[in-house]
């Protein structure tokens, strides 16, 4: 009698014993990875969006991926090992965003095939590694056999941190964003509002009405925006706190660099102006940080803003370095790694260094305020910021502060000087 093999079972021994093999098991594990790349920019994007807004950062990757697993037994040893280490960390690189909103509130949408990313980019090193271990050479001299792995090793190592860490920089930046909403704490009453964007995003936010017909947009977020909000509360003015996109309660992909962020501000200066108990022409901002970052670009494009406080501001990418100076090359390096893998990530393009957007906002009275213990940059860029704007200006060193920390270093001096400022340009009588 003749037994026929079920074709299930033959095709579930035939995948079994390829997955035993060096090709199978990286091609299994590049598939795994490939397929969380289509999931996050294709199949379920962050809300608000569409495959047509992750053309590049969806497409680029998964053909690289593709490729390599089809060339994979045609490729020598050393370029098998070294592209199954790049995918490597690209994998467990990926499955950062799982992690995170697995934590904070529970996995949804393509959380879960990246939380897979790991597993699969534990494999492709694993592989990787006795790829290259199988193919070491054992026939030249040992006096010459340890040093050159010693220095192919370092040269591996020097390399790895020279990109892998500005790559992680800009790939959690543009797909980690701050999942919980803070408790309020704004020192008045407030309402939940939300308001749309030019480009079609949802953002939701707090608003405390205005006393005295004035109104600030505390920026950015709903977290470290609330004392400064909460101190201008407490002198009559409006107040609005809202999250931007890709955090929070708001649609979008996060961008932590803030590129694309001046469209929040310009739909915040929108909404306020519709409101009954604000003056349209007394509208101001503060901005934190990239927060203030945005609002000098917001403030470029559009004259709605009538003066602004900016704190820690210095750039958004390496155009920054250049425009900026005093950046030594070892950070202009790193900073253009991540400046193009931001853009690779969210298929925009870099925006516009902050001193030409100073040099764009006319005679707008601008407040420039940076920690003297801030970030490096700090300093010599809120500098060449004063000294490239035209209107009424001024410039504060808080003494003892940290980043964003002048409210906490100097709290009754960044009052009076904050409030001073927002006094003088949106309560007066004739601007």
């Known amino acids: ?206 608003y405390v009405a205005s006393k005295n017909g004035a109104a600030v947009i505390s920026f950015p977020g709903r977290a470290s925006s609330q004392k400064r909000a909460k101190m201008l509360a407490d002198h009559g003015y409006g107040v609005l706190v809202f999250d931007r996109r890709g955090e929070g309660e708001s649609e979008g992909d996060p961008n932590l660099f803030g590129w694309q962020g001046e469209r929040d501000v310009h739909a915040a200066v929108k909404f306020l102006q519709s409101r009954p108990d604000v003056d349209p022409e007394r509208i101001g901002g503060i901005g934190l940080s990239v927060g203030g970052e945005m609002m000098i670009e917001a403030a470029a494009e559009s004259k709605a803003l009538t003066a602004i406080v900016t704190e820690g501001a210095s750039g958004r990418s390496v155009r920054d370095d250049f425009a900026n100076g005093g950046v030594g090359w070892q950070n202009k390096l790193g900073d253009a790694i991540a400046t193009v893998g931001t853009a690779l990530s969210t298929s925009n393009m870099p925006p516009e260094d902050l001193k030409g957007l100073v040099g764009k906002m006319g005679t707008r009275p601008v407040f420039f305020v940076y920690g003297e213990n801030g970030q490096p940059t700090e300093q010599p860029a809120n500098r060449g910021f004063y000294a490239e704007a035209k209107g009424p200006k001024q410039i504060w060193e808080v003494s003892g502060s940290t980043h964003m920390g002048g409210i906490d270093a100097q709290p009754e001096a960044y009052e009076q000087r904050v409030v001073d400022f927002f006094d003088r340009w949106l309560l007066r009588e004739t601007r």
């Not at 790349?37 to 690289?64: E, M, R, W, Y």
């Open 1 to 206: 009698m003749t037994t026929l093999a079920h074709p299930i079972s033959t095709r579930a021994v035939s995948l079994t014993g390829a997955l035993r093999t060096e090709v199978g098991l990286a091609r299994a594990a590049l598939g795994v990875v490939a397929l969380h790349t289509v999931d996050d920019a294709f199949l379920q994007p962050n809300p608000g969006t569409s495959a047509a807004d992750h053309l590049a950062g969806g497409l680029i990757p998964t053909a690289a991926l593709v490729a390599t697993a089809w060339a994979y037994p045609r490729l020598r040893a050393g370029l098998r090992a070294a592209l199954l280490f790049v995918f490597g960390f690209f994998a467990l690189l990926s499955s950062v965003e799982g992690f995170y909103y697995s934590t904070n509130g529970g996995p949804s949408g393509d959380d879960y095939s990246s939380l897979l990313s790991a597993p699969a980019g534990f494999v492709l090193i694993g592989v990787g590694a006795f790829a290259l271990w199988k193919s070491r050479r054992t026939d030249d001299s040992i006096w010459w056999r340890y040093p050159r792995r010693l220095l192919v090793t370092g040269g591996a190592l020097f390399v790895a941190s020279a990109v892998a860490l500005p790559l992680t920089i800009s790939y959690v930046v543009t797909h980690v964003g701050r999942a919980e909403v803070p408790t309020a704490d704004l020192g008045a009453p407030y309402e939940d509002v939300e308001f749309t964007t030019s480009d079609g995003l949802r953002l939701k936010g707090w």
